[in-house]
């Protein structure tokens, strides 16, 4: 925001100070460490000190000295800045805390709610403080959190006080919005735990941490009741090893559960302690089906749905999770625990008749929609993903947080206290529901998962359902500490802040004029369903807001959050044919066309000075292609392309899944609207010159500059360079508002054939800084994209893990796919995130790419995980048997070509690696004798692979051109 906001300094001297402000400056700083012995060991570490980056300095000088710099920048005003996918408000709230006067649009409600309770609430009530309420003393631990929050005290002083508090000897102290939260958190906590509290009781002493289920199905031939599970494991953390055992009961119509602890390693190395592990923690579900435990009857997939579409997928408690002296412990369930778990639905209509709306009997997205899998097995409304004890914990407390709103008015409490803090305690009770549904799981770590692990539904078939009013993972408390804790930076960041305009509508009806700068993190083309997905909170913000406020009864009035209305062709910008009866084109054609009216809006708004900056991150090199002329249509000219690592890499998205951890930042400046449409040889030209520079010799100067030498001189590597340079050679595209091609009347060159011949040059360039040209690092050109991509990855990560987001960027850049690299081309192995034995869903993750290895080779093969870290395939496994010949006319990838002939020089047959190289004319091939080199130095000195290469390398020098024709004589014959 500040780069975007602020003019360039125009010299290193004032940019290094400027990011020293921004960033704050490394100074030395020494932590003491209390060894076992109780001696105290100092080390010297580093720390920032100063900056605005980090939590904790939300006011601190050094951001008022940036409010002033903007303001200074803008002619002594706060700058007007929109945000209209705004989203969960990461970019408003950061314009806001830099004193902009911000507006942030979005059509979900959800999201409007989140804005309000990101930028609204906080900015209107920072600063503002009021006696706690009456009840606050009968909590210890919420008194001694206050007063310890309050001032630094000893444990005497802070006895003291609760004593004072307590026997009401003296008057509460006032406190902020994120006190009163608290407070009011624990009062809907007290009454919950009241009504629930019989559900979920204590056995041996020991608190119920969460209770383990499985699904179940009949069986098709012996009639056994059979749990469906993915795992037998219910811990594998350090040294502690927990398995869930099972076997037939004495008539065979069930199993029989037992609890094994410490259960012993088995296996020489680690492959085989893996094998050991896998082969005794089985479920009864793989990929193929179930397979039942009785009989050994398998039903597949497409059975289970049948069975769920009936309504007869049934459920079953297999073990508790309790917390005992020494950590979680796990037991099997009593027969009251499973009881009361079932007489939890008697109470439901009582408690939800008491709730407007009452049971969640919404419908789901249908089967087709994007990232959903639940309707696929019968569930077809939102209640569905609830067993009965979670939705009348639910509906508990839904109930007390509408109590807690009529309580708060009785204690004389402002109209906008009273709606902000009913705000925040539903999103407490969002967080809540977030940990409280059959979607999620129990992670061998010993925590409890939560639905949203990645942007979609699928179908668990082993889930957790935790204790709401307990004191471990998904608890109510732990929900509200987290929003409180958040509410207390939010409060201090909007202190002295504009007041936002936080609007609920959709990005094309924004009627907003003079905008200074718009910087938007637009829909993600076919990416993420957001409103299906939010829809799940939704349903129960609507039941708890009703009634709060006329505005959040219009916006929370519909049964469901809008998706697309046909009548006014506007809704929701995401690329999903459900939508349109199946069909792919239309769909796709409403997200173009309600991209460009964002945009055209955009233009509109923005003053002729003002600046557009789109974020955007997509594996699908067509999502770029859509977006990107979306925005060219609609008049902006993109100048400038920044890749900025914006994803924490702990999220459970990267863990999960394979996920980009850098977005692309777009710089975009209106086009003026006089400008007449270009040439596709001329736009190729002046992209190719912005690209490389143009030389001038008589003045022994640049005069422009070489973008492509410029960054790589400036240490950008990797993906970053490529997308940096996509910036300034897409504006000589972007400036007109069509491109023709010269050769081919009334056709034009697409955004999409424009990018891949950027991507190529600049992909180029990289490579020629790989391939070895007699000691001069030019620009290579001519390779194919998968020994392109190959080359890339090796020279940046070697053979080593690699970050999946940079793997992503560049395989974009390449016109490939991740999943094409992993499972088709054979080039890269999934190392990060889950192991297959521990996908959620599993009926999806065909193990595709294999075919020619037999089981000994795949022994030797690494785990393969589902996400965050990829890596590529030694030559040694990648063992396809058509590897590096050419098929269905298409040649093979020169990487596969040298990789067969290293396979076929390590059989001593030279007869056949000559055969090889004159078949596939690999002689002459200039790019070929580079690829050779370039592989030998990527090699480790001293390895087999360097070895193999070098031999075949003089083997090819040797023979030479009396090789080639030898070839031809022997392809003659064969004619």
Known sequence: MIATLLPDPGNMEERKYLLEKLGGKLAPAVKKKKLPSGKTEEKVTEETVGGVLHWGRESSPDLEWFREKIREAYGGRAPRVLDPFAGGGAIPLEAMRLGCEVTAVDINPVAWFILKCTLEYPQKLAGQRRPL??????????????????????????????????????????????????????????????????????VDGKPTVAYLWARTVTCKNCRATVPLLKTRWLCKKGDKRVLLTMKPNSDKTGVVFGIQVKVPLDGVNTAQRREHDKRIGAGTMSRSGVVCPCCGTIMAMEDLRLEGQAERLGTMMTAVVVDGPEGKEYRLPTIAEVRLATEAEKELNQVFAEIPFGLPEESLPQKEALGFRVPLYGFDKWRDLFIPRQLLALGVFAKNTRLARDAMQAEGYPSEWVEGMTAYLATSFSRLADYSSTICIWSLSEFLCHTFTRFALPMTWDFVEGNPIGLTSGNYEGAVDWVSRVLDHALLAATGTPSPGIK??????????????????PP?????????????????????????????????GDQLAPKWDHDKNDGELIDDASRFGGDKVKSKAAYEEGMFQAFRTCYQALKPEGRLVVVFA?????????????????????????????????????????ALSSSVWLVCKKRPESVRPGWDNLVLEEMVEKLHGRWDDSAKKWVVPPRLREYWDAGIRGPDFVWAATGPALEAYSKHPVVKKANEPGQLMTVSEFLHRVRRIVVDFVVGRVLPHNGDAGTASGLDDVTTYYLLHRYDFGMDNAPVGACILYAVSCGLSDNALMDHLDILVRTGGQTASE???GEDSANEGREGISEADDADLEEEGTGSTVKLKPWSQRKRKSMGYSTDGRQAPLID??????????????????????????????LFHQLLQALIELAPAGSEERSLLESISNHVAARGVAGETAGELIKLGNL
């Not at 907003?512 to 938007?520: A, C, P, R, S």
């Not at 067509?622 to 914006?646: E, H, K, N, Y």
């Not at 004159?918 to 002459?924: A, F, I, K, T, Y």
């Open 133 to 202: 309420p009456k009840f606050a003393p009968e909590s210890p631990e919420f008194m001694a959190g206050f007063l310890k929050d309050a001032g630094k005290l000893t444990r005497k002083q802070l006895e003291r006080k609760l004593q004072f508090v307590q026997g009401r000897m003296f008057h509460l102290v006032d406190a902020d919005l994120a006190w009163h939260v608290r407070a009011w958190g624990w009062w809907v906590l007290r009454r919950s735990k009241a009504d629930l509290e019989r559900f979920y009781p204590m």
């Open 897 to 926: 070509q040298a990789h067969r002939l290293m396979y076929l020089w390590k059989t001593g047959d030279v007869v056949r690696v000559d055969e090889f190289l004159d078949v596939q004319g690999l002689r002459r091939n200039t």
């Open 504 to 521: 609920n509508i959709s990005a094309a009806g924004a009627n907003l004029e003079k905008l200074d700068v718009i910087v938007t993190d």
């Open 524 to 556: 993600y083309y076919d990416a993420i369903p957001y409103s299906d997905l939010m829809d799940f909170f939704y349903i129960w913000l609507r039941r708890i807001l009703n009634g709060l406020s006329p505005e959040f009864d219009a916006s929370f």
């Open 618 to 658: 997509h594996k699908d090199p067509d999502a770029w292609g859509t977006l990107v002329s979306a925005m060219i249509r609609a008049g902006f000219v993109v100048d400038a392309s920044w890749p900025i690592q914006t994803e924490r890499e702990a999220r459970m998205r990267a863990y999960a899944s394979a």
């Open 839 to 841: 996908d959620i869903e």
